[in-house]
């Protein structure tokens, strides 16, 4: 099994937005910690939008020089250590700025899609150029800001145009809708890779784009009712890491707690329990990739020591690899 271990480099979008040291650095130097005493790499999406508000407004905000410099030389150091760097795009940014005292964001314009093809043929450009004037290398896979990513054809263009060939933000039975953000990904095949050309929901043997999906799993709403009893329980263990606060998704909590939901295998908080059971479920299918997603800001100390055990008792008969490494372009 090739196992994805892949981590959405970004700080809060709420009005309480965080810090870079908590939400990035601090959270971030514990994976690389965990990567250099195993020797395993992994796959770090990067919020380009907000490295570029970054070096616009640190001219004009001196105490931004030091958040600028700090996460450009970590992504640097991920990238001469071994890890891929690849593209992730919320472009509220577009949207957003600082007034002096904290990011004042606007995510009316959420979503991709919520801009015309010219802007977003600009915003994949440049937000792509971040990282490839960071890293010097060519960055090939994408991940969407909060899986927005239909209707894919009005991205089509501007990602064919730019080489991103390799999407990871479907998600099995993934759905979700709310005035910002939406996505549907129930009629997505149940496969660990496949082609598609239009629409990353609908498999095309023949299509340009390759996805690999971020693996499912169906959790019951005990499993929700735990994950939040815990957190006032032992806050030490089971708090966040980041000194943010998500995003609010209207109704989404009502739904955890009161019927089985469809969801992401990742390395968040308390859903790092389910590292084991969720391969072992793929194994079953005979599937071969593996995508755990995760975020720096998300991440506690449970989920850290979860993590680390959940790659000691797999690295030696399952491959912890990246999208570079597999899918060299």
């Given amino acids: 099994m090739n196992i994805y271990i892949t981590l959405d480099y ?9 810090t870079v040291e908590k939400c990035i650095l601090y959270p971030t130097s514990e994976l690389i910690r965990i990567a250099e005493k195993h020797n395993v790499r992994f796959c770090f999406f990067v919020d380009c939008g907000f490295v570029l508000k970054l070096d616009e407004f640190r001219k004009k905000f001196p ?6 410099k700090a996460i450009t030389e970590q992504i640097k150091y991920l990238y001469d250590t071994g890890h891929d760097i690849q593209l992730h795009i ?11 005292e904290r990011w004042i964001i606007d995510v009316k314009r ?4 919520d801009f015309n093809e010219t802007e977003i043929a600009d915003i994949v450009y440049r937000y792509k150029k971040v990282l490839t004037d960071l890293t010097g290398k060519q960055i090939f896979a994408y991940r969407a800001g909060g899986w927005c990513l239909q209707p894919f054809s009005k991205l089509k263009k501007a990602f064919k145009q730019n080489n ?9 039975n993934g759905f979700y809708s709310s005035k910002n953000y939406n996505y549907d990904f129930r009629e997505a095949p149940d496969k660990d890779i496949y082609r598609f ?3 990353p929901e609908k498999e095309n043997a023949n299509g340009f784009f390759t996805e690999l999906p971020i693996s499912g799993i169906r959790n019951s709403p005990l499993f929700f009712w735990r ?4 957190g006032r329980k032992n806050p030490y263990l089971h708090k966040p890491l980041g000194d943010g606060k998500a995003m609010a998704a209207p109704g989404q909590r009502k739904k955890m707690l009161t019927q089985y939901t ?4 990742s390395i968040d908080g308390y859903n790092a329990n389910l590292l084991q059971k969720a391969l072992k479920k793929l194994q079953k299918k005979k599937f071969e990739q593996m995508v755990v997603i995760g975020h720096p800001k998300a991440l506690s100390r449970y989920s850290i020591q979860k993590l680390e055990e959940f790659v000691v008792k797999n690295k030696e008969i399952n491959t912890f690899t990246t999208f570079t490494q597999q899918f060299k372009v």
Avoid: A, M
Wanted: aromatic share 18%.
């Fill in 197 to 199: 050309e239009d629409e």
């Fill in 63 to 68: 105490q931004l020089e030091k958040d600028y």
């Fill in 227 to 230: 994950l939040f009893l815990l």
């Fill in 90 to 100: 919320h472009p509220h940014w577009e949207d957003s700025y600082y007034n002096g």
């Fill in 262 to 265: 469809n969801c992401t295998v």
């Fill in 10 to 18: 970004e700080i809060y979008f709420g009005e309480n937005h965080g």
């Fill in 164 to 172: 991103i060939t390799l999407d990871s933000s479907v998600f099995r």
């Fill in 110 to 113: 959420y979503k991709l899609v």
